[in-house]
């Protein structure tokens, strides 16, 4: 809807998860949790995780959903992955291997089908009368 910014949009989302976690929370927790029992090395990780890496990103999304098409946002979503293969292999030390190669492969082909599938499998209906055989017949 033209009138709800991405913020709203994407802030109404969270608030939805807080109420329906903390509901789950209450049913399913012993009564002596507390925020206080929440190691103190971990507050700072999931302040990050609540702001950048869900508020933030969020709203990015939704704006550029709002500039362009849900389908071709999508796309950079799926490139994630591939992005994150560099990543992992230079801060967490992981192996590049054939699993790595191979699932980046299968991404880029999906991508790949996902962002031509229009142009391989399109049929026309009728032929085009822009060509230069039928130009003279308009």
Same mark, same amino acid.
């Given at each position: =809807? ?5 913020? =709203? /949009?994407?802030s109404f989302?969270f608030?939805v998860?807080? /109420? $329906?976690?903390?509901l #789950? ?9 507390s925020?206080? $029992?929440?190691?103190k090395p971990?507050?700072l990780?999931i302040?990050?995780?609540? /702001?950048? $890496?869900?508020? #933030? ?8 959903v709002s500039?362009i098409?849900?389908s071709q946002?999508?796309l950079?979503g799926?490139l994630?992955a591939?992005?994150?293969?560099p ?6 030390g992981e192996k590049?291997?054939f699993t ?8 880029l082909i999906g991508?790949? #089908? ?10 026309s ?6 060509g230069? =055989?039928?130009a003279h =017949?308009?």
């Open positions: =809807h033209p009138d709800l910014k991405p913020f =709203h /949009v994407v989302s608030f998860g807080l /109420v $329906s976690f903390f #789950i929370t209450i049913f399913t927790q012993s009564a002596s949790f925020l206080s $029992s929440i190691p971990v507050i990780p302040i990050y995780m609540a /702001v950048f $890496s869900s508020l #933030i990103a969020y709203t990015a999304y939704e704006v550029a500039k098409n849900a946002a999508d950079f799926y994630a591939i992005w994150s293969i990543l992992a292999i230079i801060w967490l590049f291997d790595l190669l191979a699932s980046a492969l299968l991404i991508i790949i #089908i996902a962002e031509f599938k229009k142009n391989l499998f399109r049929v209906a009728r032929p085009s009368l822009d230069h =055989h039928f =017949h308009k």
